[in-house]
């Protein structure tokens, strides 16, 4: 055992628990898997119709820096706690250090649905977007049953991966890392060499392509640009989610207090920089904006089409699909060892079973599995655009709460922290982070995805009845670290 894994142990104990799982992870593959859960040719690429087609070129060009501002302040703050809290829990457990054991209980839940709910968005918009990029049309009268059937065994094959450890997903999130920051970079030089002509105005052009494409709008039509570029929000605060991944995984990586705050910045503020040049390369090369609005779905594959042609498309949309495939694979770590950590303090009815490791392979077996069926079930029932509203709403409030709660507790009960400090700017920051997420919710149930509102306080009210009536007086919690 080296001094620093003697040093991530010892804190693990003062946090109350011991070491179970396998701590082979450095900071370059905790960084790695925030980044492949973020993975910007993921939700940037599936979701660029939804910023697209609300107030045009500037949802992309002004809206996307905005949110990725905005997000990086939000991990900023996640940071700092994680640093001095470093467990497998993440979010759960600094929310019940540092605001008590409802706010703990409650952000467990947001975080666990918002996890799970990421793998459904993100596997079924990795199924819409390789059916339009290579041309596959399922029989209309099984095309329901049919993209089921694929997402799930995408879902299954990501589990069947992490049932066998950490180390092949290791493996498997660092070259997704590399690959996308390699097809992203690629891509983009491409497509601006290919671009004859770069209208920069574009970026900052508001258009109403609201009631676009004709028959099946991705918003309904609507004559305010400015509630249409808010809307647009909903592209960059969909895609930089994910970054928790990194203190999900806080048990399984060396040097935990200061590798996985690096994880958590870094990993929005690559993918909030090559996201954004990446996106502004694609509108320059859009042949024609109305047209692209026209294609929905399908505007991304058209771009790279019509730019590049066929042969050098085909090759990108390859690399494409693959990121957004490991981007599920991430995404699914993150989830099971959420559902691991909560179960591990009796939080989940089946805790019991839940919280067990395979001794083989030293993964959360039972929770990997868990969290994929779950994920598989949601496919069932929303539609792609909902499910990912639904998803940033949850993740984005299961990351305030802590921070609102660490805000609050700052200075008073909390002042022992980690190498990971804001100093003074840490109260004002988190401050930002909560009135950010009070407006990102209002945007996440608007219409189309209205029916993201009665998920969301269907989902409250069965927490707080559930609080109340049953796990008040059951639920014990984490046990106690120091806060001082």
């Given at each position: 055992?080296t001094p620093?894994s003697?040093?991530?142990?010892?804190?693990l104990r003062e946090?109350?628990?011991?070491?179970e799982l396998?701590?082979?992870?450095?900071?370059f593959?905790n960084?790695?898997?925030s980044l492949?859960?973020?993975c910007?040719?993921?939700?940037g690429?599936?979701?660029?119709h939804?910023g697209f087609?609300?107030?045009g070129?500037?949802s992309l060009?002004?809206?996307?820096p905005l949110?990725?501002l905005f997000?990086?302040?939000?991990a900023?703050?996640?940071?700092?706690v994680?640093s001095?809290f470093?467990?497998a829990?993440g979010?759960?457990?600094?929310?019940?250090?540092l605001g008590?054991?409802?706010?703990?209980w409650?952000?467990a839940?947001?975080?666990?649905?918002?996890?799970?709910?990421?793998l459904?968005?993100?596997?079924?918009?990795?199924?819409?977007?390789a059916?339009?990029?290579?041309?596959?049309?399922?029989?209309?009268d099984?095309?329901s049953?049919?993209?089921?059937?694929?997402?799930s065994?995408m879902?299954?094959s990501?589990?069947?991966l992490?049932?066998?450890?950490?180390?092949?997903?290791?493996?498997?999130t660092?070259f997704?890392g590399?690959?996308?920051?390699?097809?992203?970079?690629?891509?983009?030089?491409?497509?601006?060499?290919a671009?004859?002509?770069?209208?920069?105005?574009?970026?900052?052009?508001?258009?109403?392509?609201?009631?676009?494409?004709e028959?099946a709008?991705?918003f309904p039509?609507?004559e305010?640009?400015p509630w249409?570029?808010?809307?647009?929000f909903l592209?960059?605060a969909?895609?930089?989610t994910?970054?928790d991944?990194s203190?999900?995984t806080?048990?399984?990586?060396?040097?935990?207090?200061c590798?996985?705050p690096r994880?958590i910045?870094?990993?929005v503020a690559?993918s909030?920089?090559?996201?954004?040049v990446?996106?502004?390369a694609l509108?320059?090369?859009m042949p024609d904006?109305?047209?692209?609005?026209a294609?929905?779905f399908?505007i991304v594959?058209?771009?790279l089409?019509?730019?590049?042609?066929e042969?050098?498309?085909q090759?990108?949309?390859?690399?494409v699909?693959t990121?957004?495939?490991?981007?599920?694979?991430?995404?699914?770590?993150?989830a099971s060892?959420m559902?691991?950590?909560f179960?591990?303090?009796?939080?989940?009815?089946?805790?019991?079973w839940?919280?067990s490791?395979?001794p083989t392979t030293?993964?959360?077996?039972?929770?990997?599995w868990?969290?994929?069926?779950?994920?598989?079930?949601l496919v069932?029932?929303l539609?792609y655009?909902?499910?990912?509203?639904?998803?940033a709403?949850?993740?984005y409030?299961?990351?305030v709460l802590?921070?609102?709660?660490?805000?609050?507790?700052?200075g008073?009960t909390?002042?022992?922290?980690?190498?990971f400090?804001?100093?003074s700017a840490f109260?004002?920051?988190a401050?930002?982070?909560?009135?950010?997420c009070?407006?990102?919710?209002?945007?996440?149930?608007?219409?189309?995805?209205?029916?993201?509102l009665?998920?969301?306080?269907?989902s409250?009210a069965?927490?707080?009845?559930v609080?109340?009536?049953?796990?008040?007086?059951r639920?014990?919690?984490?046990?106690?670290?120091?806060?001082?």
């Amino acid at each position: 055992m080296t001094p620093d894994s003697h040093d991530d142990e010892q804190r693990l104990r003062e946090l109350g628990y011991r070491q179970e799982l396998a701590r082979r992870m450095g900071g370059f593959s905790n960084f790695a898997i925030s980044l492949a859960i973020i993975c910007i040719l993921s939700g940037g690429i599936t979701s660029f119709h939804v910023g697209f087609n609300s107030a045009g070129g500037a949802s992309l060009g002004l809206g996307w820096p905005l949110v990725g501002l905005f997000s990086l302040c939000v991990a900023a703050t996640m940071a700092q706690v994680a640093s001095a809290f470093p467990t497998a829990g993440g979010l759960y457990h600094w929310g019940s250090l540092l605001g008590g054991r409802a706010c703990g209980w409650v952000t467990a839940w947001f975080n666990l649905a918002g996890l799970v709910t990421v793998l459904a968005a993100i596997n079924t918009g990795t199924y819409d977007f390789a059916t339009a990029a290579f041309g596959w049309t399922p029989a209309p009268d099984s095309a329901s049953m049919t993209r089921v059937v694929a997402v799930s065994a995408m879902t299954l094959s990501q589990a069947l991966l992490n049932h066998h450890g950490i180390r092949w997903t290791t493996r498997l999130t660092d070259f997704s890392g590399w690959l996308i920051l390699a097809v992203s970079t690629v891509m983009t030089a491409a497509l601006l060499v290919a671009t004859p002509h770069w209208e920069w105005s574009r970026l900052w052009t508001f258009t109403n392509f609201s009631g676009l494409p004709e028959g099946a709008p991705v918003f309904p039509r609507q004559e305010s640009l400015p509630w249409l570029f808010c809307l647009g929000f909903l592209l960059p605060a969909y895609t930089l989610t994910g970054f928790d991944a990194s203190a999900h995984t806080s048990e399984e990586t060396r040097e935990a207090a200061c590798n996985v705050p690096r994880g958590i910045v870094r990993s929005v503020a690559v993918s909030a920089g090559f996201g954004w040049v990446m996106i502004v390369a694609l509108l320059l090369a859009m042949p024609d904006l109305k047209g692209g609005a026209a294609k929905g779905f399908e505007i991304v594959p058209w771009i790279l089409r019509s730019a590049l042609g066929e042969r050098v498309a085909q090759a990108l949309l390859v690399g494409v699909v693959t990121a957004q495939y490991l981007c599920g694979l991430a995404a699914l770590t993150s989830a099971s060892r959420m559902t691991y950590a909560f179960a591990r303090d009796d939080g989940l009815p089946g805790s019991a079973w839940l919280k067990s490791v395979d001794p083989t392979t030293q993964s959360p077996s039972a929770a990997v599995w868990t969290s994929a069926l779950a994920s598989v079930a949601l496919v069932v029932m929303l539609r792609y655009e909902t499910i990912a509203a639904v998803c940033a709403v949850f993740l984005y409030l299961s990351y305030v709460l802590p921070v609102a709660a660490g805000a609050w507790a700052h200075g008073r009960t909390w002042t022992r922290f980690g190498p990971f400090q804001l100093g003074s700017a840490f109260r004002p920051l988190a401050v930002l982070a909560v009135l950010g997420c009070l407006f990102l919710l209002v945007i996440g149930v608007q219409p189309p995805n209205q029916q993201a509102l009665p998920i969301l306080v269907g989902s409250t009210a069965l927490l707080v009845a559930v609080w109340f009536g049953l796990e008040r007086r059951r639920f014990k919690g984490p046990p106690g670290g120091r806060l001082s």
